[in-house]
């Protein structure tokens, strides 16, 4: 059964940063392509980071790019988000979410496997 557990989400101030972790189980997880997903409150949910099973290519939105760095460790098994500078337009919920290596997706479709998420507040 795979599951993936977040963590590290909090209240920041604006400008501030934080780190995520994603512990993945019950999957080969080097066969994995991982991503973060994020859901603030009356949105759908979006695309903010994906990596290859490899860690040799990363894929960013836009909104996020040069501020959050997706990365990951293979020996265990769990894949990062830094942000930094972060606004309180990143508040929301987000979410780790995995599927088997092919390029990297940036639709919520392409992943069938998904955490609970964890909670980010920036306030200004």
């Known amino acids: 059964q795979v599951q993936l557990v977040e963590s590290g989400g909090g209240l920041v101030q604006a400008g501030g940063s934080l780190r995520l972790s994603c512990a993945a189980s019950?999957?080969?997880?080097?066969?994995?392509?991982m991503g973060w997903f994020r859901q603030a409150p009356g949105k759908e949910r979006e695309f903010v980071a994906a990596i290859s099973w490899g860690g040799t290519t990363t894929s960013y939105a836009d909104s996020v790019k040069g501020r959050f760095t997706i990365s990951r460790e293979n020996a265990k098994n769990t894949v990062y988000l830094q942000m930094n500078s972060l606004k309180p337009e990143d508040t929301a919920v987000y979410y780790c979410?995995?599927?088997?290596?092919?390029?990297?997706?940036?639709?919520?479709?392409?992943?069938?496997?998904w955490g609970q998420g964890t909670q980010v507040t920036v306030s200004s």
């Open positions: 979410a995995a599927k088997i290596r092919g390029g990297i997706p940036r639709t919520v479709y392409d992943y069938p496997y």
């Open positions: 019950g999957l080969s997880f080097g066969s994995y392509t």
